[in-house]
């Protein structure tokens, strides 16, 4: 079955970086896009960034654009998120997520890791 | 983007109840319509993707109906393990935007 394991978290001050990694197993990972999603302490779901299947394309909430890069390893399953100059609104539980089987539901998120915290405070 | 509005915001329930919880888009999304489970201190769960068809694996109980902007999640018979929160999600366009969540709690 789909398993994804996200790792990284931390604190962390503002203006500083820090990467998330998610290692994917019990799928073809180098076919399916794959996303992050974040949610800060009590506060509802946000979609932060998307990979395309082979990296070639990503997109970002404007929220987080031009600070955090998504990436991807195919031959080590494994999904990344560098952050930098982080602010204290990006504290959150950061989720990663398989993106549905079609070109349809790349958008959407059929399953999820089990989220990795990350606080940014000084 | 596409604003998602749910309601109610919470909602009491009994065991063997039946609840829909409606979920509206700011524009058209045609059935481009998810909906996920929560329950705290966990990740959410798919439940429902194309507004009525179920996750692999999701119990019948759940069902989901809808079109353009106007969507429902209907739970019948709750159990004490269905009182979570729920949100619906539009892949419609980018970017994909959540409902702010409803959540279910026990009467």
């Known amino acids: 079955q789909v398993q994804l394991v996200e790792s990284g978290g931390g604190v962390v001050q503002p203006g500083r970086s820090l990467r998330l990694s998610c290692a994917a197993s019990?799928?073809?990972?180098?076919?399916?896009?794959m996303h992050w999603v974040r949610q800060a302490p009590g506060k509802g779901l946000e979609w932060v960034a998307l990979?395309?299947?082979?990296?070639?394309?990503?997109y970002y909430a404007d929220s987080v654009e031009g600070r955090f890069t998504i990436s991807r390893d195919n031959s080590k399953n494994t999904l990344y998120l560098q952050m930098s100059s982080l602010r204290t609104e990006d504290t959150a539980v950061y989720f990663c997520?398989?993106?549905?089987?079609?070109?349809?539901?790349?958008?959407?998120?059929?399953?999820w890791g089990q989220g990795t915290l990350v606080t940014v405070s000084s | 983007d596409i604003q998602m509005t749910q309601s109610p915001s919470s909602l009491s329930a009994s065991v063997g109840d039946r609840v829909t919880i409606t979920c509206r888009a700011s524009?058209?999304?045609?059935?481009?319509l998810a909906w996920f489970q929560q329950k705290p201190g966990k990740a959410p769960k798919s439940l429902i993707y194309?507004?009525?068809s179920l996750q692999s694996g999701v119990p019948s109980k759940f069902s989901g109906s809808g079109s353009g902007t106007d969507f429902t999640l209907t739970i019948s018979s709750l159990q004490p393990e269905d009182f979570a929160t729920y949100y619906c999600?539009?892949?419609?366009?980018?970017?994909?935007?959540f409902g702010q969540g409803t959540k279910l709690e026990i009467k």
């Open positions: 997520a398989k993106a549905g089987d079609s070109s349809a539901t790349t958008r959407t998120f059929y399953s």
């Open positions: 019990g799928f073809t990972f180098s076919g399916y896009g």
């Open positions: 990979i395309s299947y082979d990296g070639s394309n990503k």
């Open positions: 524009q058209g999304i045609y059935i481009y």
């Open positions: 194309a507004a009525s």
């Open positions: 999600q539009q892949y419609h366009r980018y970017p994909p935007t």
